[in-house]
């Protein structure tokens, strides 16, 4: 708030000012030894105040298991926070009803005041909140500012005002004429009244919820927000515009889809004509609440029908840019005759798990597997015949290794396979099977021929004893070295590697 508004604010001689009885609400409310009884002598000082309070103790919007003859009654079927809040919401009614000032902007203030004010509480009801009263009165507080402005800056308040614009082209009115909204100014009037911090933060956020994101009260100002949409969709003319905006606020806000909100507003529609009575006024008429009610159900369920047709096509679109996209990835993965991983996934896995294994302190254990005299396939069969036999090898492999572990064709009839988190007996037992399914593997070419082949593997295993690889083609190094000494040996045999 500006230096100028905040000095017109402190010096308005005609600025709304609370009760005596409020204040002393407002400090019973501070004091955490304040009792029923000392609540209840307060009230009966105001007898106009008491009365209202017997009988909204009786009145079907907080009638409890028993009624109330008298006021220690009342306060007793309500609860004590609740009639605190409860004598504070009329008070602080009257201080916005009875404020001087041009009296098409009073009524409007004052009507969308006990709007918001029910529409919060339903909406309080609708997240499952036990905070009613508390919620009403921050909605019913949320435009005071607008009447604290005026009085402190009544001509030029009223050349943005005279012409009744709705809520939000007010709000930036007033930004542009004095450098801040009502919200600011009505937060400044609360605090100096030392009104309860929720109340202050629910009108100080409710223009802009940023200014209150990080306070674990906020709700109150995201209620309020969505709440004061309610109140122009039951207060303006454009009912199917109000309908939208409120629409786009209250999913994000609160999480309210259609058929909760929908609910919302059937509440507040029958709640508002007992509000009505209860403070003497009148808000809208029971049959416009209830057109009004109709016409949003109509625009909600059009919206929604949009909406899910939206969500389907992106849906749908998303799928298949995941799906071109998984294909891409899996292209780029494979190897284009065999379909196990390619050189370059591999490459790519091993310095990922070479990077694990280095920071975790776990082993990671590298095999080089090469068929033995696949080239005399190759000559004698063809290669076609040789190409079906690679294909065949690479399924046995990758069948029979375990969930986590990688093979994949590093080139010809080499085949390199990775087994993170791998000590050296395990990778003696893993690769073992690994050449054994090779070895037993029949394969029967197109003429009827018979094939068995079998694999020389050399492995090297990285582990915390062992320091002398300063990157992951190291490892691929030393498998292949030890692949040599297992074609040196015979052949059909698992090496490790020896340095």
């Known amino acids: ?129 036990t905070d009613d009263e ?18 402190a800056l009544p001509e030029r308040y009223a050349a ?8 939000d082209s007010l709000v930036q009115r007033e930004i542009a004429a004095f450098g801040c909204d009502h919200s600011a100014a009505g937060a400044w009037l609360m605090a100096q009244w030392q009104l309860p911090h929720y109340l202050v933060l629910a009108t100080q956020g409710s223009h ?4 209150v994101a990080s306070d674990n009260q906020s709700l109150y100002a995201e209620c309020v927000a969505v709440a004061g949409s309610i109140a122009e969709l039951f207060l303006s003319p454009d009912n199917a515009a109000a309908t939208e905006a409120l629409a786009a606020q209250a999913s994000p806000r609160l999480g309210l889809g259609r058929d909760q909100l929908q609910a919302v507003l059937e509440a507040v529609s029958g709640e508002l004509p007992e509000v009505a009575q209860l403070y003497e006024t009148e808000i809208v008429s029971a049959s416009r609440a209830a057109g009004i009610v109709d016409q949003a159900r109509e625009v909600l369920t059009t919206r ?41 996934h591999l490459d790519q896995r091993l310095e990922a798990e070479f990077g694990l294994a280095e920071e975790n302190g776990w082993p990671l254990a590298v095999g080089f597997l090469d068929l033995d005299y696949f080239k005399a396939i190759n000559d004698v069969h063809g290669h076609l015949v040789g190409d079906q036999v690679l294909i065949h090898t690479a399924q046995v492999l990758e069948t029979n290794l375990r969930e986590g572990d990688l093979v994949g064709r590093y080139g010809g009839e080499e085949f390199v ?22 070895e037993t593997q029949v394969y029967r070419t197109d003429e009827g021929v018979s094939l068995q082949v079998t694999a020389s593997v050399g492995v090297t295993v990285y582990d915390t004893d062992n320091v002398r690889h300063g990157n992951p083609s190291s490892l691929v190094r030393e498998a292949d070295r030890a692949l040599y000494d297992a074609k040196e040996r015979g052949r059909n045999r698992v090496e490790f590697f020896r340095a």
């Open 208 to 211: 802009d919820l940023g200014l």
């Open 304 to 344: 929604n029908l949009e909406l899910i047709r939206e969500v389907a096509a992106q849906h749908h679109q998303t799928a298949e840019i995941e799906n071109r996209s998984r294909q891409w990835r899996d292209t780029a993965q494979r190897d284009g005759l065999t379909g196990i991983s390619n050189r370059w």
């Open 134 to 151: 508390e919620l009403f009165l921050a909605g019913l507080l949320q435009d005071i500012g607008v009447l604290a402005l005026h009085a």
């Open 1 to 129: 708030m500006t230096p100028e508004v905040r000095d017109a604010l402190t010096y308005c001689p005609t600025l709304p000012s609370l009760s005596s009885v409020a204040v002393q609400v407002v400090e019973i409310a501070r004091d955490p030894e304040a009792d029923p009884a000392h609540l209840t002598r307060i009230i009966s000082r105001d007898p106009a105040l008491a009365s209202r309070i017997l009988r909204v103790s009786n009145s079907p919007l907080y009638a409890r298991r028993r009624s109330a003859d008298n006021l220690h009654q009342a306060v007793s079927v309500l609860g004590f926070n609740a009639t605190i809040t409860l004598a504070l919401s009329f008070s602080l009614a009257d201080t916005l009803r009875m404020t001087t000032g041009a009296a098409h902007l009073t009524d409007y203030v004052w009507r969308r005041a006990l709007t918001t004010g029910v529409a919060c509480r339903q909406l309080g009801r609708a997240l499952g909140r």
């Open 160 to 167: 943005i005002a005279d012409d009744d614009p709705d809520h």
């Open 417 to 438: 396979i990775l087994l993170p988190a791998t000590r050296r007996s395990d990778a003696r037992h893993v690769m073992e099977r690994l050449r054994a399914a090779v």
